[in-house]
């Protein structure tokens, strides 16, 4: 018996959310690249969780466009580690600006970005979960 057979997580909605990642992992390194080059004594923890946001976006985004099951389960990791840092980075930095005195990808729930950060991951998830292999079925 073959492993169930899912739809791919690049076809379809699935291309617009590549295409989102890919513009957040661009906007997300170029940003932390910046930040890390020209002002990283300034807010160290800020530009390294910019630098870290940048990381999960480009896997998020070459897994997702890849949609093999090996690369689907790297981008459910690569997500899911998304919206935790999303969350945490978000209140963190509400409830202790003075721990970030600069923003990162993730500050204010990625107010920054018009709350795209925070809203991503979540589709991320719906689409991965819309995707998955039915365990019902046989390929």
């Known amino acids: 018996m073959s492993e169930p057979r899912a739809a791919r997580t690049n076809t379809g909605i699935g291309r617009a959310l590549v295409a989102v990642y890919g513009i957040f992992a661009l906007a997300a390194t170029s940003r932390a690249a910046v ?10 923890v800020a530009y390294l969780l910019s630098a870290l946001a940048a990381a999960v976006y480009i896997v998020a985004t070459i897994s997702l466009a890849r949609g093999t099951a090996v690369s689907r389960r790297v981008a459910l990791v690569a997500v899911t580690a998304e919206l935790v840092g999303v969350l945490a980075v978000g209140t963190l930095s509400i409830l202790d600006r003075a721990a970030f005195p600069d923003e990162t990808v993730w500050s204010g729930y990625g107010s920054g970005y018009g709350f795209v950060p925070l809203v991503l991951p979540v589709l991320g998830l719906l689409w991965l979960r819309r995707t998955r292999p039915d365990p019902t079925s046989t390929a």
């Open 35 to 44: 930040q890390l080059a020209t002002k990283f004594h300034e807010a160290p």
